[in-house]
């Protein structure tokens, strides 16, 4: 499997109907828990998650992990830490049910901020 989805239940079951699995997310410790899970038991030369981890329905492996703003604002360091070592599984946000969190930037304005060229 190339993704998995951390959030809500109703994402999650959105997420389903396109053929992505995911675990429903409902507080920081949970959203810390499962992130750990499926981290920190990686195994790069296999590029799957290591069995007895809680995720062994990921055959294949999970390259990337898609999570809600508000997952990733659970996250916090340990998010940063991990999108910094640039190993997989990669990790993308998405707005959650409710939209975008506020102050957070898109990936535009990132770009935009990062090359100085606003059109």
């Keep these: 499997m190339d993704y998995f989805f951390l959030g809500d239940s109703e994402l999650v079951t959105a997420f389903r109907f396109v053929g992505v699995r995911g675990a429903g997310i409902s507080g920081p410790d949970e959203a810390l828990g499962a992130f750990r899970k499926l981290t920190q038991n990686w195994d790069e030369t296999a ?47 998405v707005p959650g049910t409710l939209g975008r969190l506020p102050g957070r930037k898109t990936l535009v304005d990132s770009i935009r901020e990062a090359v100085g060229i606003h059109v």
Excluded at 48 to 60: K, Q, Y
């Design 47 to 93: 590029g799957t998650v290591l069995p007895g981890t809680g995720f062994d329905d990921l055959s294949g492996g999970c390259r990337v992990l898609i999570v809600t703003e508000e997952v990733a604002d659970w996250l916090g360091k340990a998010l940063t830490d991990w999108q910094l070592q640039g190993r997989y599984p990669l990790v993308v946000e």
